[in-house]
């Protein structure tokens, strides 16, 4: 892959590492696991970081699938990913070292234990972030799971931030991913994400208004743009999510917010001509957007729904800017849905 450093692993030698044997597998084969990366049970998604400061990366969402798999044998090839890459790169695994025994259980509950997303940016080398579930002792554990892992992380201010601005309608707002970017830089974050159940604009507007500097209105106008109106979102959920480095004490730095666009759309093409709207407010270009789309897949974007999956907001002083995540359609492309009644969402 072009613009990555000659001589070390590069990004397919790391695809190749992540995806294990389900890596290895005939897409005539049925996937090994059902993976819940990608709503086929592709365990892979790609998405594209477009920073308002022109910069941009490639990313790669993965889930480890052993040769057996089942709940344990995955996360043993997960933890064997890790080492992997722990001798490739620069890796920071203390902070996973701290948290791994409250996550990585022997009867995980939920749809997921452990997932890796890979960071690629021309001539740097991949950087790595790993997700846990919180929800994987169920759902009556997870805030008192997420306030232990932040407190073994030194930031235990963070949870009553979180609580405050995003946590304020009982069931209906769960903590859905607890995140850690494994490189060593003064920007290495914990990431924190709260799903919100058949949320409104006013809901993620409230969220956004914990992050110092963010303008809660440009989260309105993104849903408004991209999402077709101000929810409210019954279908699958908007998240919300907040970085935190240590240096902060507490403060998140950044805010996104997570539209999972596949749900308010009735096929691919009206999902593109809303985030080209978004990217046209943004000032972003959207021949790259297109270009993107061009890289995974050949199909007509009417042709089905869900190839974009999510589009996400990110503000903040870590960097604002717009991602876009495409899913591969490995194993299936869900069919369009009528145009007429997808207009009466709202
Ligand atoms: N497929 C799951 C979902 O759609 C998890 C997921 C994959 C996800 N990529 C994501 C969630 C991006 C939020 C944002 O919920």
Redesign the pocket.
Known sequence: MAGFPDGGRDAVDVLRELLGAAGRRPLTEPPLWPS????DATPV?FSVAFDESGDRAVRI?GETIAENPGPAANIEAAKRFLAHMAQWFDLRLDRFAAVEDLFLVDRPQGKFTLWFSVILRPGRAPALKVYFNPLVRGQGAARGLVAEGLRRLGLSDAYDTVAEHALLRGSADQFSFFALDLDDGPLSRVKLYISHDSADSGTVERAAGAVEGVDPLLVRDFLTTAGGGPGPYAG?PL?SSYSFVEADAGRPGNYSL?L?IRDYVPDDAVAREHVLAHFARSGLPGAELDRAIAAVTGRPAAAGVGLI??V?LRLGRFGSGTTV?LSSEAYAVQAPRGRVSASATF
């Open positions: 819940d990366v990608a709503d998604e969402l699958r998240i997570y999972p999956a999510h996400s995540y």
